[in-house]
């Protein structure tokens, strides 16, 4: 992410471009004669492109990277390499639309389908390809669909490659692509795909297009046919989906009051509602991977549910969001993040202890996914799979990794669990994860650490009780404690507010290492912010 954009690197032409205070119309579906001559108007040659494409791929960039003058030079860009555009430059496109941040962006969408359509003129076989590559992102696919549909409309004689294309990407049936296949249903209608008619149905059936969009079904009878929309089994799906969406926004919208009507309703209808979950966790887990603020407890909600109904299809897109920095998983999960997930992540993988060890002790397993999989461990020791044996040195193997990587977090909460093993911990390692530098001194005290060991052990099976007490086999037991469930507070009397005395915490006579001891890296922040204390003062 730039934090400045520079202007003075380029040429005056270019940058009297920049300046320009209007972005190009913003019609996806518009005509093109409306548009201003860039070309002429600030003399743009072929020598410009790479300049131009350098910042249009900044399109979605923070507001404060472009401020006022310079609010609509990426769009701005992309419509002089829309007029600029010649078939040789279709590979530059394609590469360059796939740096955008398509979560940010709101500007150009016009300009560069016309960029697409322009390039791909004379490669319509190459854009297929493109559209068809699923290392792209879905948004990036959706608009070079959009190109391809323009172009067949004054080449109508690749209607059938396109159509062909489209009904072989929808036939996949994949979960979690419901915004992409919206559009090939659109796409497909605007074509008059009639022989696609019973796919996109199939799809509608297993609730693999998006559900906002109930009017389809009447839009497609229109358009396509009505045999096949008589089904009695559609017409159940098209309620079915009112019924979630329904559901839905009942979570979205919470006033200090579990949503318990929506829980039940949810459970009533539990397959039919799972890939609208999973959908929910895919769409939060984009976001917080482009750092884009997660709000509200929509997405929370969606996987506790699927912890809850133990609905395995959705562990790779579990898996995915856990794939995140620590900074964007917090950002997506909270505080359920150390306190739930990993016992969703439980319910989801059940007892396959060779699918923890392996995801474990796989150095290319990203550290937050670790910590979960870790966490999780003491739910198999519950349940019997696990042995305090095989258990202890499953943790051993892990904080080795976990030093081998010099992975802080991975070693801090694999130590946490090895000192609950008394005698099969392992003292030399530990020494030497803090004298390397993995550990430091704030997160675990290695003089602490050390006394532990000749304590540890004690209350083994206390412990994993302790850790296993919430198994988010049901929602309501493992959300409903949460605090904006809980009444608003009153705001204390005046008296309280204003006597020094009230102020004083009951903790200030204790030594300052006593009260270290007592804040864990887990418990509220002691300065009020409401955060972890990990996240807040710990860190400081």
Known sequence: MLHQFDLSKYSKHIQDLCKRDEEPPYSPSGPHNDETDYKSLYSLTEEDIPHLVEIAAQLGEAEDSFPGELAFAPAN??????QLATPSLLPTVLDTINRIDWYSAESGYRSICKALVRSGLNDVAGLITAFQDTTRHDETREIILDSLIKIQAFQPEY???IVQALTGELSKLEIGRRQLYARIVSSLMTLEARESLPLIVEAYKQQLVDPDDFGWFESIQKRLGDEVIADPVVDRFEADMKEIGGILIHFEHVDHQFPMDAVIRARACRDTIIPSLIELIRRA???????????????????????????????????????????????????????????????????????YTEKILDPATPEVLQIA???ALPFL???????????????????????????????VSTLDLLLDCGDAID??????????GVIDNKLIDYEEAMAAVADAGKGFEED??????????DIVAATSWWSCFQPAPEPPPKSAISSPSRLRSPSLDDSPSERLQKIGRNDSCPCGSGKKYKKCCLQN
């Not at 995915?320 to 917090?330: G, H, N, P, V």
């Not at 349940?383 to 992975?407: H, P, Q, W």
């Not at 003292?427 to 390397?436: D, G, H, Y």
Request: net charge negative; charged share 25%; hydrophobic share 45%.
């Open 77 to 82: 860009a992309w419509e002089a390499l829309a």
């Open 159 to 161: 209607r059938s490659v």
């Open 285 to 355: 887990t984009a976001y917080a991977r482009y750092d884009v603020p997660v709000r509200g407890c929509l997405n929370l909600f969606a996987i506790h549910l699927l912890a809850e109904f133990q609905a395995k299809e959705a562990l790779p897109f579990v898996l995915e969001s856990l794939s995140l920095t620590d900074d964007q998983a917090y950002n997506l999960y909270s505080d359920s993040l150390s306190e739930t997930v990993p016992a969703i992540l439980y319910q989801l993988i059940g007892n396959d202890v060779e699918f």
């Open 373 to 375: 999989l870790v966490d």
């Open 381 to 411: 020791v519950r349940n019997n799979v696990l042995g305090k044996e095989s258990y202890s040195a499953l943790l051993r193997k892990g904080f080795r990794a976990a030093i081998d990587a010099t992975k802080e977090m991975f070693a």
């Open 427 to 436: 003292a030399p390692l530990i020494e030497e994860a803090f004298t390397k």
């Open 464 to 473: 994993i009780r302790r850790r296993t007490k919430n198994d988010c086999s």
